[in-house]
């Protein structure tokens, strides 16, 4: 595998974000975001490395897209698996006492896939319904 390049240009005074990326010695593709979040780190020499420029909510919708990708055929197994374990252990680093009912990670990251979301918090479907509802009407009276 060639050596990956990418290049990040953050002007905070115009609010803009370029990234560059490709392989060394390619031309770079050049892309212009709405916010970044670069996260690294090793736990076993606990060195880390965080930076976020923008809108949390771009770059959850970014994660997002990149978990459904993943299951998408475009993502491949190891994307699938690499996504999966994230998002496990961001669960996890949230709440410690995330999967002591009893379930795996596996099972976890399934229950927050499932379109029936009532499952997953725990709430009765009206109480979800009556949520939505309400979200829906402050939509239309704020458009």
Same mark, same amino acid.
């Given at each position: 595998?060639?050596? /990956?390049?990418?290049?990040?240009?953050?002007?905070?005074?115009? &609010?803009?974000?370029?990234?560059?990326?490709?392989?060394?010695? +390619?031309?770079? /593709?050049? $892309?212009?975001?709405?916010?970044?979040a670069l996260?690294?780190?090793?736990?076993?020499? /606990? @060195? $880390?490395?965080?930076k976020m420029?923008? +809108?949390?909510?771009? %770059?959850?919708? +970014?994660?997002?897209?990149?978990?459904?990708?993943?299951?998408?055929?475009?993502? *491949? !197994? #190891?994307?699938?698996?690499?996504?999966?374990?994230?998002?496990?252990?961001?669960?996890?680093?949230?709440? !410690? &006492? #995330?999967?002591?009912?009893?379930?795996?990670? @596996? @099972? %976890? $990251?399934?229950?927050?896939?499932? !379109?029936? /979301?009532? &499952?997953?918090? *725990?709430?009765?479907?009206?109480? $979800?319904?009556?949520?939505?509802?309400?979200?829906?009407?402050?939509?239309?009276?704020?458009?």
């Amino acid at each position: 595998m060639a050596k /990956q390049i990418l290049i990040i240009t953050i002007d905070p005074d115009n &609010k803009t974000i370029s990234l560059q990326h490709g392989e060394e010695g +390619a031309v770079a /593709q050049e $892309v212009f975001l709405q916010s970044l979040a670069l996260f690294g780190g090793d736990a076993k020499s /606990q @060195e $880390v490395f965080i930076k976020m420029f923008g +809108a949390s909510a771009d %770059a959850a919708w +970014a994660y997002a897209q990149g978990y459904r990708i993943a299951h998408s055929a475009e993502g *491949g !197994p #190891a994307l699938n698996s690499f996504y999966k374990q994230c998002s496990a252990h961001i669960c996890q680093i949230i709440d !410690p &006492k #995330a999967f002591e009912n009893g379930i795996t990670a @596996e @099972e %976890a $990251v399934n229950r927050w896939e499932n !379109p029936d /979301q009532t &499952k997953w918090f *725990g709430m009765d479907s009206e109480d $979800v319904l009556a949520d939505k509802q309400i979200s829906e009407a402050r939509k239309k009276w704020t458009h």
